[in-house]
C-alpha cells in the first residue's frame, strides 16, 4: 500500500492517484508547510471520489480534541484519521476503528513500551512509525528507527514513514517489510506541492520492492 502525505490541492490528490497511490493524506496541523483547510480539502475530497472511488482518504492530526477530529472527518469525507502528535492512548480508544496513531520511536524498548498502553487498529493500517525528530510531529525528511518498524511490522499490518524517497524505498520495503510505505516531503518539488516525476518513481520503486519481496518469501516457503 502506498500513502502520499500532504495533499494541498486537487492536482496534486489526481496525480497521485494516477501514479498509483491507494492512500491520501490531507494534513490538518496548521503549523505544516503541508496544512489544507478542511473547506479546500472537503472540495478535494469530493472530486477525488468521483475519479477514484477505492481510494483511502486520511486526515492527519496533531493534539487535537476527537470531537474535532470525527467532525473533520465527517465534514471533509474522509476515512480515517492519523494522530501524530502526543495525543492520550484514550483518545484512540474514543475513536476507535477510525484512527490510527503515528509512533516516533528511538528504539524497540520505547516502541514495545508505547504498545503496552497505546490500541492498534485491527486492520491496516494499524499503526504508522516515522522518524523521532525533536520539535517536529512529522515531515522531517529523517529516517524512522527501521529495526524498531520492523518488530512491528511481523506483529501488525504498519504503515512505515520517515525521509522515504524513490531512492531508498526499497531498501525500507525489503528492509522493514511493511504493510505499506508513506512519504511527504520525499516526492515534493517544493514543501506543499508534489513532484509528478518522483511520483511516479516512488511508486515503481514501491511495486519492484514488493515483487521482489513476495519472491523470497515464496522461496523461504519451498
Ligand atoms: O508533513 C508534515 O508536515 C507533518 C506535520 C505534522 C505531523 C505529520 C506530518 N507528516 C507526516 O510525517 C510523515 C513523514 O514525512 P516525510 O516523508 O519524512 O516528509 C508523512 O508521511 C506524514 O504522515
Known sequence: MIKICGITTLEDALEALAAGADILGFNFYPHSPRYISPTVCQAVVRAVREAHPWAILVGVFVNAPAAQVLDT????????AQLSGDEPPEILEQLGER????????SQDELES????YPLRREGPAALVDAMKP???GGSGQMADW?????????????LAGG???????????QVQPWGVDVASGVEAAPGRKDKIRLRAFVQQVRKAYVALSTINQGDEL
Open 114 to 117: 508505547l504498545l503496552r498502553v
Open 135 to 137: 520539535g517536529l510531529y
Open 99 to 106: 484512527a490510527f496513531k503515528a509512533f516516533r520511536p528511538r
Open 73 to 80: 472527518l465527517d465534514t471533509c469525507g474522509l476515512d480515517l
Open 164 to 174: 522515504l524517497t524513490p531512492e531508498n524505498v526499497a531498501m525500507a520495503i525489503a
Open 147 to 159: 529495526r524498531a518498524a520492523a518488530w512491528l511490522a511481523q506483529r501488525a499490518p504498519i504503515l
